[in-house]
């Protein structure tokens, strides 16, 4: 298989070649066309010249032919009678048709010039044939003579000629350079973006790339240096994941295994036994949650449009959930505060309960008793804005940014003893993106939190 870089330069140089023959055939042709008939007439009005001046001092032809021949033309000089002269360098070939010679001699003028076969790579300008001439007939001494002449190619142009093989052979070559270069300075950095994907799919992710051009090459540069950037944060965030998933999984398993041992001791009282049991349950529990909190993320990580749209009331929505969390408020002795217009929204209304819950769960869970939670909602601009709101103890202005994260904990120890797994601001993120919308978050310690969502309307 060849390299780019091969390809490339056998591409550039078939170029190079193919338009040279086609600039060749069309500058044949336009010859044909054009210059040829303007050739014919020009070298016939030269021999008719010479015609005249021949008949008119015939004492000075052969001097005056030799004159004419040192400027650089070629003549014959034939009475068909064996008197034959040639006047300058030798035609490359003396091959004057059949019958030609008789027709000047006859009075005719003969255009060989037009006449001359067409051919796609012979242009017939330069080809010094007796074929390839001007006849006209001349009277000496009472004598008819068919004069055949035309320029001499070598002569006339034999300098230029070459000139400009020296310059079309410079240029082709000086291209062919340049391009070699210029295809080098192309595949260079795909190579090193070749280079770069297989360090990636090695795993590494330390990749340096330049950036600085600004054509296509540097953008596609820029963009995969962001690709990297981002495949490195995701596979951190996918190791950081596992090693969550399998400690928060571990710890319920092992308090599982540890407690279950304990049971199979017939010594164990009746009273130790119900507490083993209890816990053994809720750590069952713990797992449960976990198991469905997972599925829920995954299936929005992947199928984020599987959801089920229906028009619901969501004052209605909130006061449900408010009720499920009676009794937490009533033993935390919290106030609830709550201002929430008549809103339908569309949307997924299991998910998005799932959403308030997490927010008010975690409002709870944060307050200090004789607080107080205010949860309001309007709506404006065919969007709806719901904030809820605590007063409790608030979090450290370096940790907001991270809240969103799964299995972020900010007070670790406080939330893993009260059964939090760290997903649930997580999975209120992906359900509210999943409906278009935005979630942020305020606080400063001591101050309170507020969460505000903004969806979209019906």
């Given at each position: 298989?060849?390299?780019?870089?091969?390809?490339?330069?056998?591409?550039?140089?078939?170029?190079i070649?193919v338009?040279?023959?086609?600039?060749?055939?069309a500058?044949?042709?336009?010859?044909?066309?054009?210059?040829?008939?303007?050739?014919?007439?020009?070298l016939?009005?030269?021999?008719?010249?010479?015609?005249?001046?021949?008949?008119?001092?015939?004492d000075?032809?052969?001097?005056?032919?030799?004159?004419t021949?040192?400027?650089g033309?070629?003549?014959?000089?034939?009475?068909n009678?064996g008197?034959?002269?040639?006047?300058g360098?030798?035609?490359?070939?003396?091959?004057l048709?059949?019958g030609?010679?008789e027709?000047v001699?006859a009075?005719?003028?003969?255009?060989?010039?037009?006449?001359?076969?067409?051919?796609?790579?012979?242009?017939?300008?330069?080809?010094?044939?007796?074929t390839?001439?001007?006849?006209v007939?001349v009277?000496?001494e009472g004598?008819?003579?068919?004069?055949?002449?035309r320029?001499?190619?070598?002569?006339?142009?034999?300098e230029?000629r070459?000139?400009?093989?020296?310059?079309?052979?410079?240029?082709?070559?000086?291209?062919?350079w340049?391009?070699?270069?210029?295809?080098?300075?192309?595949?260079?950095?795909?190579?090193?973006?070749?280079?770069?994907?297989?360090?990636?799919?090695?795993?590494?992710?330390?990749?340096?790339?330049?950036?600085?051009?600004?054509?296509?090459i540097?953008?596609?540069?820029s963009?995969?240096?962001a690709?990297?950037?981002?495949?490195e944060?995701?596979?951190?965030?996918?190791?950081?994941?596992v090693?969550?998933?399998?400690h928060?999984?571990?710890?319920?398993?092992?308090s599982?295994?540890?407690?279950a041992?304990?049971?199979?001791?017939?010594?164990?009282?009746?009273?130790?036994?119900?507490?083993?049991?209890e816990?053994?349950?809720?750590?069952?529990?713990?797992?449960?949650?976990?198991s469905s909190?997972?599925?829920?993320l995954?299936?929005?990580?992947?199928?984020?449009?599987?959801l089920e749209?229906?028009?619901?009331?969501?004052?209605?929505?909130?006061?449900?959930?408010?009720?499920?969390?009676?009794?937490?408020l009533?033993?935390g002795?919290?106030?609830?505060?709550?201002n929430?217009e008549?809103i339908?929204?569309?949307?997924?209304?299991?998910?998005?309960?799932?959403?308030?819950?997490?927010?008010?769960?975690n409002?709870?869970?944060?307050?200090?008793?004789?607080?107080?939670?205010?949860?309001?909602?309007?709506?404006?601009?065919?969007?709806?804005?719901v904030?809820?709101?605590?007063?409790?103890?608030?979090?450290?202005?370096?940790?907001?940014?991270?809240?969103?994260?799964?299995?972020?904990?900010?007070?670790?120890?406080?939330?893993?003893?009260?059964?939090?797994?760290g997903l649930?601001l997580?999975?209120?993120?992906?359900i509210?993106?999943a409906?278009g919308?935005?979630?942020?978050a305020?606080?400063?310690?001591?101050?309170?939190?507020?969460f505000t969502?903004?969806l979209?309307?019906?």
């Open positions: 298989m060849k390299s780019l870089y091969v390809r490339m330069c056998l591409v550039f140089c078939s170029v070649l338009s040279s023959v086609l600039g060749f055939l500058s044949n042709f336009y010859y044909q066309q054009r210059i040829k008939p303007q050739n014919d007439a020009k016939t009005k030269m021999a008719i010249g010479l015609q005249q001046f021949i008949e008119a001092y015939p000075a032809v052969g001097e005056y032919l030799l004159s021949a040192s400027l033309y070629k003549m014959y000089l034939s009475d009678a008197d034959e002269r040639f006047y360098l030798p035609f490359r070939a003396n091959d048709a059949p030609a010679l027709k001699l009075g005719e003028i003969y255009h060989g010039v037009a006449e001359f076969p067409s051919s796609p790579f012979v242009t017939g300008f330069f080809d010094n044939q007796l390839n001439t001007i006849g007939p009277q000496m004598t008819t003579y068919a004069l055949f002449m320029p001499d190619a070598e002569v006339q142009f034999g230029l070459s000139f400009f093989a020296v310059i079309i052979a410079v240029t082709i070559l000086l291209s062919m340049f391009m070699m270069i210029t295809v080098f300075h192309i595949v260079k950095p795909i190579t090193r973006l070749t280079e770069a994907t297989q360090k990636i799919s090695k795993g590494r992710y330390d990749i340096k790339l330049y950036t600085a051009r600004r054509d296509e540097g953008q596609l540069a963009h995969f240096m690709m990297s950037r981002e495949l944060r995701t596979n951190r965030a996918r190791q950081e994941f090693a969550n998933v399998s928060e999984i571990e710890s319920p398993l092992t599982i295994q540890g407690f041992r304990e049971l199979r001791d017939e010594g164990v009282e009746p009273a130790q036994r119900t507490e083993y049991l816990i053994i349950e809720e750590e069952s529990r713990r797992l449960a949650r976990l909190q997972l599925l829920t995954s299936s929005l990580d992947y199928d984020s449009n599987a749209l229906q028009p619901f009331g969501l004052r209605a929505q909130l006061r449900q959930v408010l009720q499920l969390l009676e009794w937490r009533t033993d002795e919290l106030a609830v505060r709550m929430v008549d339908t929204l569309r949307g997924d209304a299991n998910l998005l309960h799932q959403v308030w819950m997490n927010l008010l769960s409002a709870v869970r944060h307050t200090p008793p004789g607080g107080t939670i205010t949860i309001t909602a309007v709506a404006g601009d065919n969007t709806c804005t904030t809820v709101k605590d007063t409790g103890t608030g979090i450290d202005p370096e940790k907001l940014p991270m809240i969103f994260d799964r299995f972020y904990r900010a007070d670790p120890a406080r939330t893993r003893g009260q059964g939090s797994s649930g997580s999975i209120a993120q992906s509210i993106h409906h919308g935005t979630i942020e305020a606080s400063s310690p001591g101050a309170g939190t507020s969502v903004k979209p309307l019906a």
